[in-house]
């Protein structure tokens, strides 16, 4: 059989989980034929990691500029797109309309403008889109779908969901180009697409209302200095200032993070290291969103990028009991160590409370490696020999879709003080208007 071409856009730190998996892990099923970036240097670094790492033959390398050059010359089957979030709808609609396949980072976009772009190139060619949701992949997310699907405790009425971020996870967002909505959404849509997508997951449902409150109650150069700093920098790279900031990354001490962004910066201009006490950020990094669903069922979520832990809690309430899964993961910054170490699970419990009977703790199977697990089983799903999948965990465009507009409707709600109705944003295939 033969092995199915790969071209891979937008080379920054989440990229090298896709690229090591074809070069390593599904090697006999597929081969990466193209690499595609703004910054010169960082595709010469990725080359270099896979001659060296992986005895990979050097890829040709094409500017961002040169995707229809690089579609045309290499042949993918497939284009795999791990650019900045607001650019992704741009690969994907060009990389379809040219005849490929798309493998999507998460958000898959960031807007309602976008996301219809998208929507309506995929009824215009026919061609297919995965996002990749890790997150449904991970052992205890699986089993809670499972859990749901077998009516343990019922139909779902209500979910109250805590996603919680620390200040070495959740502070990486306000040093990156994340801190400017109009590149990540937002919080709302760049993280917390993972669990507005779990929810609809879990639930087999999708959003139709959605009310939400937030605001930038911890970063930012204001709120730091109401609490009495007044030391600032505009960056840690060669500034007094950040000395002995517990919040600095000195990207110096890190290869990775040298190679990757030191290095390239005078190529583009993107500072990786920017103070997350700065000025001109534009995300909260507070947050609180009620939904309410299709199903019936009510949400209450909660994210917060500043807690000294991470991880997560979700409560169900069912019409036959209650359901709680606890997750705390370890701690990491994006492209500071192996990706394999990203989401880490140090403990994790699903805990179920029967409405008449005693509660028990619900053997939740063994996951190794970055996000709970749910790495590993999603890259076979997407490079490797997929298996029949009860769970229907591969996800698609719809389930992209309907993920980012909880969010998307969120910050609307945020702007506007009103609720939003979901469908009032996009005209999706199948989907009713409220």
């Not at 929507?119 to 997150?135: E, H």
């Not at 502070?171 to 760049?190: C, I, Q, T």
């Not at 790279?237 to 030191?262: S, V």
């Not at 719809?398 to 993920?403: I, P, R, Y």
Request: with cysteine; charged share 25%; glycine share 8%.
């Amino acid at each position: 059989m033969a092995k199915k071409r790969y071209a891979q856009v937008g080379l920054g730190g989440r990229a090298r989980m896709y690229y090591k998996a074809i070069a390593k892990e599904f090697s006999e099923t597929s081969e990466l034929v193209a690499l595609c970036d703004i910054n010169r240097t960082r595709l010469e670094y990725a080359n270099e990691v896979l001659e060296n790492e992986f005895g990979y033959n050097r890829l040709p390398m094409y500017g961002a500029d040169e995707l229809e050059k690089m579609i045309e010359e290499t042949k993918p089957d497939v284009v795999i797109v791990t650019s900045i979030d607001r650019t992704h709808h741009r690969y994907i609609i060009k990389a379809m309309e040219m005849g490929c396949d798309v493998i999507s980072e998460k958000p898959m976009t960031v807007d309602a403008v976008k996301c219809q772009e998208i929507v309506d190139c995929i009824q215009r060619t026919g061609k297919n889109l995965r996002v990749t949701f890790n997150y449904r992949y991970a052992p205890h997310n699986t089993k809670v779908r499972e859990l749901i699907m077998n009516d343990t405790i019922g139909k779902i009425t209500q979910v109250h969901f805590e996603w919680i971020l620390n200040t070495s996870h959740g502070a990486d967002y306000f040093r990156r180009w994340h801190r400017d909505k109009r590149n990540s959404g937002g919080m709302l849509v760049h993280k917390s697409t993972h669990h507005f997508d779990l929810v609809n997951f879990w639930l087999g449902t999708y959003p139709k209302q959605v009310f939400a409150y937030g605001d930038l109650k911890f970063y930012g150069r204001e709120n730091a200095e109401e609490r009495g700093v007044t030391k600032f920098y505009s960056r840690v790279h060669g500034q007094k200032n950040a000395e002995g900031d517990p919040f600095a990354l000195r990207m110096e001490d890190n290869e990775n993070l040298k190679r990757l962004y030191l290095d390239a910066e005078h190529e583009d201009g993107y500072i990786r290291d920017q103070s997350v006490f700065g000025d001109n950020i534009s995300i909260e990094d507070t947050m609180n969103v009620l939904v309410r669903y299709a199903s019936g069922a009510q949400l209450s979520y909660s994210l917060n990028t500043y807690s000294p832990w991470e991880g997560f809690r979700v409560c169900f309430t069912g019409t036959k009991g209650r359901m709680e899964l606890d997750v705390k993961e370890a701690v990491y910054v994006n492209a500071g160590g192996d990706s394999k170490n990203e989401g880490v699970v140090n403990s994790k419990t699903i805990t179920v409370y029967p409405l008449f009977g005693a509660p028990y703790n619900v053997e939740i199977p063994a996951g190794t490696g970055a996000h709970g697990g749910g790495d590993a089983v999603l890259l076979n799903d997407l490079f490797g020999t997929p298996v029949e999948d009860p769970y229907k965990r591969a996800a698609g465009y719809l389930d992209g879709a309907l993920s980012i507009l909880t969010g998307i409707s969120a910050n609307k709600s945020i702007s506007t003080g009103m609720p939003v109705d979901v469908m009032s944003l996009v005209d999706l295939p199948g989907y009713r208007k409220i």
